[in-house]
């Protein structure tokens, strides 16, 4: 019999909330980048997973919960996108920050 098996049974490819990241800025430490959604996908063991991440283009101040970036997550000939959010806010830099790097 073929050996096959729900990766999201036990073994999700991507849980949600899953740390994919970290944001960084000039002006402050950044947050974590997490995934907003899960990846479950019927494979065989043993198949290869790829995780490519992709980033968004972004503002000075970055709200909780903002999507940052992409996932890409391949495994065999199967492709899923998942949003990725940064796991908590960071303010614009100060003003004086900005004044004394010009």
């Known amino acids: 019999m073929p050996s096959w098996h729900h990766v999201g049974d036990g073994a999700p490819v991507v849980r949600p909330g899953a740390v994919l990241g970290n944001l960084s800025s000039a002006w402050g430490a950044g947050p974590a980048v997490v995934a907003a959604a899960g990846v ?7 198949t290869p997973v790829t995780v490519t991440v992709t980033p968004r283009p972004l503002g000075h101040a970055i709200a909780r919960g ?5 996932a890409t997550v391949t495994i065999g000939g199967e492709v899923r996108h998942v949003t990725l959010v940064a796991s908590r806010a960071v303010p614009a830099p100060s003003v004086r920050w900005r004044l004394t790097r010009l």
Not at 40 to 46: C, K, N, Q
């Open 40 to 46: 479950s996908v019927t494979a065989w063991p043993g």
């Open 66 to 70: 903002q999507s940052v970036a992409w």
